[in-house]
């Protein structure tokens, strides 16, 4: 009987492209939660905030203050509002073929971030007002000034999807890799990473 050639030193099988179950499962939670709790915030802001002053918070650090935004941060993009659901739908495209081949648990974190706020303000886009694909973004947390002064008003969903890319930055200057990998200095995967795609090829065996 011919041994099967066991994988050289260093390298790992990236699992056949297959995605690892846990991984897409992280990925799908995350992202829940993260929509959920926009909806939530924006449900719970447009019933306590309209025709309000803003609200003070942490002795001036936050204020909660009720506003509409058509574009992006500052209001940049006002008049073509149109193209931000366009620009959404395909980073939630990119996400899902991304996730056809996830393995690895941080990646799916914060992809799920990504994904969690990207749907909560294409939901805003859609479905609230003046009309669909050109609804105005309900925003509610300003930093040290009621009124967006110092910095953008945001929400929840704007939230997410920072910290999403600031993880997804984070684990690209690590060497961490989407199939489970972790790239060394010589862009290989380590040997560890090695190891635990070995330990995953004999779960699935």
Known sequence: MTAVPSAEPGRSEPGGGKPRPRAVAILT???LVALLADLVTKHLALAALTDREPVRLLGGLVYLSLTRNSGAAWSIGSDHT???PLITIGVVGWIVWMALR???LPWAVS???VLGGALGNLVDRIFRAPAPFHGHVVDMISLFDPYGQVW????????????GV???VLLELTGRQRD???????GDPTDAEATQAAADQRERA
């Open 152 to 163: 953008p008003v945001f929400n929840l969903a704007d939230s997410s999807l920072v910290c």
């Open 111 to 113: 992809l799920g971030l």
């Open 180 to 186: 489970g990998r972790r790239a060394g200095r010589d």
């Open 82 to 84: 149109w193209i931000f």
């Open 29 to 31: 939670g995350v992202a």
């Open 102 to 104: 996830l393995r690895s």
């Open 166 to 168: 600031l993880l997804a």
